[in-house]
């Protein structure tokens, strides 16, 4: 499979724009954020959270000789707050 057509890089493309704006937000803001762009660090957690279970599923189908592409991304109250 193509480097560029392979989804676990997409996944890992996306978690690194998210991070790059997240931290782009705080340095901007010099850690006074406005509402909005508190409710936008909001969305940015949720989003990597995401981002970080859909790898995790996908990797572990992997592992045990599952489809990894038979993973999906759940919704963004079942995995906040995972740590990585």
Known sequence: MNDS???ENSIL???ATLV???RDLREQSEHRLT???R???RQL???LDQ???LLRQRRAREEFGEDPDAAHTRPA???ENYRQ
């Open 5 to 7: 057509t392979n989804p």
């Open 13 to 15: 493309g996306r978690i």
């Open 20 to 22: 790059t704006e997240e």
């Open 35 to 37: 509402p909005e762009e």
């Open 39 to 41: 409710q936008r660090m």
């Open 45 to 47: 957690e949720r989003e």
């Open 51 to 53: 981002c970080w279970d």
């Open 77 to 79: 109250g079942e995995v």
